[in-house]
T-cell receptor
Framework: DAMVIQNPRYQVTQFGKPVTLSCSQT?????MYWYQQKSSQAPKLLFH???????NEADTPDNFQSRRPNTSFCFLDIRSPGLGDAAMYLC?????????????FGPGTRLTVL | AQSVTQLGSHVSVSEGALVLLRCNYS??????LFWYVQYPNQGLQLLLK??????LVKGINGFEAEFKKSETSFHLTKPSAHMSDAAEYFC???????????FGTGTSLTVIP
């Protein structure tokens, strides 16, 4: 089945130690998104790629970076995780990025910062 | 400006009872509206969406929602709750730039046996 895959599902890191979260998709969608979801809150968009074009949300901290080496993969890098970065990180994809598009979500990676 | 308000962060219903989860939106453009469900430790799954056309939208698992422009609402309903419906439900509005979604803060549905 076509899907959005996130690895790992659970990630533990230490305060200040860089961490990378991975997302891959078999849907061949043009657009890939990264959301941060803190406990009992709505998902918050960090950035998205339309193909290779990177679009950063204005309020996304510089500590968060992303790479998309090819259509299938997208990575979220947190350069120096703080305690406040502990959250569920959701990757999503959509076909063309138009307003009517459904976004397809992966299962998420739960990040713990010690 | 676009925003979504979900009234009631927690809703409890008895098994077999009507489910009603409320969503009101604010949008400066004609809204495209979505309902997603999130089970514990999982990603979001699309239940249904409204783009254009018929204002009563049917989705998966017996859920439906009605777009009411005059009330700026898009409430989610299901005639008879099932235990498996217990989850977090998010309403979202899609805006123009980059297909960005604005999500509501979610409603946690508990189904009581």
């Amino acid at each position: 089945d076509a899907m959005v895959i996130q690895n790992p599902r659970y990630q533990v890191t230490q305060f200040g130690k860089p961490v990378t979260l991975s997302c891959s998709q078999t849907l061949n969608h043009n657009v890939m998104y990264w959301y941060q979801q803190k406990s009992s809150q709505a998902p918050k968009l960090l950035f998205h790629y339309y193909d290779k074009d990177f679009n950063n949300e204005a309020d996304t901290p510089d500590n968060f970076q992303s790479r998309r080496p090819n259509t299938s993969f997208c990575f979220l890098d947190i350069r120096s995780p703080g305690l406040g970065d502990a959250a569920m990180y959701l990757c999503a994809t959509s076909t063309t990025g138009t307003r009517t598009d459904t976004q397809y979500f992966g299962p998420g990676t739960r990040l713990t910062v010690l | 400006a676009q925003s979504v308000t979900q009234l009631g962060s927690h809703v409890s219903v008895s098994e077999g009872a009507l489910v009603l989860l409320r969503c009101n939106y604010s949008s400066s453009v004609p809204p495209y509206l979505f309902w997603y469900v999130q089970y514990p430790n999982q990603g979001l799954q699309l239940l249904l969406k409204y783009t254009t056309g018929a204002t009563l939208v049917k989705g998966i698992n017996g859920f439906e929602a009605e777009f009411k422009k005059s009330e700026t609402s898009f409430h989610l309903t299901k005639p008879s709750a099932h235990m498996s419906d217990a989850a977090e439900y998010f309403c979202a509005v899609s805006v123009t730039t980059g297909n960005q979604f604005y999500f509501g803060t979610g409603t946690s549905l508990t189904v009581i046996p």
